[in-house]
């Protein structure tokens, strides 16, 4: 089991030693909003994670209860990797940081997502959340 060492009591610096590295959210984005589970999904993403370090924070993402882990059923070296409730209550956090990003850098966002974030933030939260929980219950 991956141990995050915390740094101090205060929440916003125990919430960045378990998400706060630079893949972490990238991971969970994937999961989200491009609808990933598996290991070979994951290395496809955009920004090239490397094999090691996309292991590293899968494992980390387990220990700390934001996904669960399964054997797939149609292969049994691959694994199938599920938000927890937990790893749900991270999406106000990603889709805040989308919206952040989309006013303040240069960014190519989905189109479809943009004009649903237009209509309103918390019906995205709401969408993608009831997404995420379907899927675990597969």
């Known amino acids: 089991m991956k141990v995050v060492k915390q740094r101090s009591t205060c929440p916003i610096s ?6 706060g590295d630079r893949w972490t959210l990238l991971i969970l984005r994937d999961m989200v909003f491009a609808g990933k589970s598996t290991y070979g999904e994951f290395l496809q993403s955009a920004e090239k994670i490397a094999t090691n370090v996309l292991a590293d924070r899968l494992a980390v993402l387990e220990s700390q209860g934001l996904i669960t882990k399964a ?15 937990k790893g749900v209550d991270t999406i106000p956090i990603i ?10 850098c240069p960014t190519d966002v989905n ?3 943009l004009e649903e974030l237009q209509a ?8 993608y959340q009831r997404l995420a929980r379907e899927k675990a219950l597969v």
């Open 14 to 19: 125990t919430s960045l030693d378990v998400l």
């Open 95 to 104: 889709v805040a940081l989308i919206q952040w990003g989309i006013k303040h």
């Open 111 to 113: 189109p479809d997502l």
């Open 71 to 85: 054997v797939a059923s149609d292969k049994k070296s691959k694994f199938i990797y599920r938000l927890t409730e």
């Open 120 to 127: 309103g933030k918390e019906a995205v939260v709401e969408k």
